[in-house]
């Protein structure tokens, strides 16, 4: 018998997160192939910031499960916590075999085969996009930290590394928590709880430092839980950074949504100046060597012209020069 998939996200309102959930659910139903059907659970783990009445409508017609139970009760103010209490409570409720968590920034565009971990592995996952506060080892001046969270986690073996997609550093090993399958009974989901909740001062609100807890937290559980074959690199077509694209080294960049499985870039966040560029606009029309004319592409403009507010007469106008041929070719020349 096939092992049983589920599906995981977390949706809040009051931001883009609600938008953004819709978009990813609606591009899985639409492109996820064999994984169409599959059963989706969105959850509100915090107390206020309550999903629209709307959006919860939409969400059920997409078939999704959404449900509000507050987990997130000792850490209000840190929304990154949401995700490992999230995670860690669906692998005690959700009965099936591999649990999948996705973020709410993600669009999908064909059909995710990696989920359906070979019974070799215990985690699917993609290395992190950049260095950030990742360590190259001994000299490098975030150590210290790493081996503060590696003695927390447990982590015994010092010698995993991976290189980050977009700048190509070689790393300890620092996963992105966008995308993350598990097998549940291997309980990665459940320690990564554990390690968050010894990182993190309850009550603690979001800083510089502590930005990146909740993904090195996950990082070193994997580590600690897991040996190094036990854990598959999802190909590149998996969490594709596309805001990175041009950045990117060109054996990791792809050239069409049709080659991607799924993207990962927050593509309704406004800009801070209201008077520039859309910022999902920019996003899409700048990507180097790459096709605009497949139907995938298509389909996700249109989706964002549809569910964004329309551009007022100054963005029009700004938007009109930007993206002309020759103005593109410049700016896009200079990286
Ligand atoms: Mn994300």
Redesign the pocket.
């Known amino acids: 018998m096939p092992e049983s998939i589920a599906f995981v996200m977390c949706t809040e309102g009051g931001g883009q997160l609600e938008q953004e959930s819709l978009l990813m659910v609606k591009s899985f139903r639409e492109f996820a192939g064999s994984f169409q059907y599959a059963q989706i659970y969105s959850f509100q783990v915090r107390e206020g910031n309550d999903v629209s009445q709307e959006t919860i409508d939409k969400l059920t017609a997409m078939d999704v499960k959404h449900q509000k139970v507050v987990l997130n009760t000792k850490y209000p103010n840190y929304p990154l916590a949401n995700k490992p209490l999230l995670c860690a409570y669906a692998e005690q409720v959700i009965d099936a075999d591999i649990l999948v968590f996705l ?4 669009v999908f565009f064909s059909e995710p085969q990696e989920f359906r971990l070979h019974p070799d592995y215990d985690v699917g996952i993609r290395p992190e996009h950049h260095k950030m506060i990742g360590s190259k080892g001994a000299a490098d001046p975030n150590e210290n930290y790493w081996m503060w969270l590696y003695g927390i986690a447990g982590v015994k073996a010092l010698d995993r590394f991976v290189t980050t997609t977009v700048d190509q550093q070689r790393i300890r090993a620092f996963w992105n ?2 995308v993350v399958a598990v097998r549940r009974k291997s309980g990665i989901f459940t320690a990564w709880k554990n390690t968050i909740e010894q990182l993190l001062p309850e009550g603690a609100g979001i800083t510089k430092e502590n930005w990146y807890y909740e993904q090195s937290a996950l990082s070193a559980t994997i580590c600690a839980l897991t040996s190094p074959e036990r854990v598959f690199n999802f190909t590149v077509g998996y969490n594709y950074p596309i805001h990175s694209h041009n950045a990117m080294p060109l054996t990791e960049r792809l050239g069409s949504f049709e080659e991607i499985v799924c993207i ?3 593509l309704f966040r406004p800009r801070k100046e209201r008077y520039r560029e859309r910022t999902w606009l920019k996003t899409l029309k700048w990507l180097n060597s790459f096709n605009f004319s497949t139907p995938k592409y298509q389909w996700l403009c249109n989706y964002l012209h549809e569910h964004n507010p329309k551009p007022t007469f100054v963005q029009q106008t700004f938007e009109a020069v930007m993206f002309s041929p020759v103005v593109k070719q410049i700016l896009m020349s200079r990286g």
């Open positions: 973020d709410s920034d993600l928590s966008g990962h870039d927050h």
